[in-house]
């Protein structure tokens, strides 16, 4: 019954392979952002363990600041844990001086002198929104690729502001 099985198969007419389709050339996004997203994308000087002070205003929302380093515990507390990493991050400090609430979207992206990544991280509101009048501090968080950020020349900051 097998061979019964392979033979009929082995009679159906061959199909040519398909070929590739060819290049379209594209005028126009496939799928259009919304019109109401706010968006925000620079590149700055890069420090390592220093606070980098930032004059980015994306309809309200107020970025003053960034801080890139490693979390460590501080001698003094649990000194059985002092010296401990707790991961690399990079520090966004921003302010509502907007009328209504915010919910930011972050990226950061560090780059060598070269224009090589070094590593990237992201990160944002996850539950709630930013009031207005209100101050806020958020830890991006690099995962896996982060042995080199030290060594970081600039950094691109992206954000979005989600409805």
Request: hydrophobic share 45%.
């Amino acid at each position: 019954m097998q061979i019964l099985a392979l033979a009929a198969l082995l009679a159906l007419p061959q199909v040519p392979p398909t070929q590739p389709a060819p290049p379209v050339a594209v005028s126009a996004p496939l799928s259009a952002p919304e019109a109401s997203l706010s968006f925000y994308s620079e590149s700055f000087a890069f420090a390592w363990d220093r606070v980098i002070p930032l004059t980015v205003n994306l309809d309200g929302l107020k970025v003053t600041q960034i801080f890139f380093n490693k979390r460590v515990v501080e001698p003094g507390f649990f000194n059985l844990l002092k010296g401990a990493e707790f991961g690399t991050r990079a520090q966004v400090e921003v302010t509502n001086t907007g009328k209504y609430p915010k919910i930011p979207g972050f990226a950061v992206a560090v780059l060598d002198k070269d224009g090589k990544l070094l590593g990237a991280a992201s990160g944002g509101t996850k539950v709630g929104t930013i009031k207005p009048g209100e101050t806020e501090t958020f830890d991006l968080n690099f995962t896996q690729v982060k042995e080199r950020l030290a060594k970081g020349d600039r950094f691109l900051l992206t954000i979005e502001l989600r409805n």
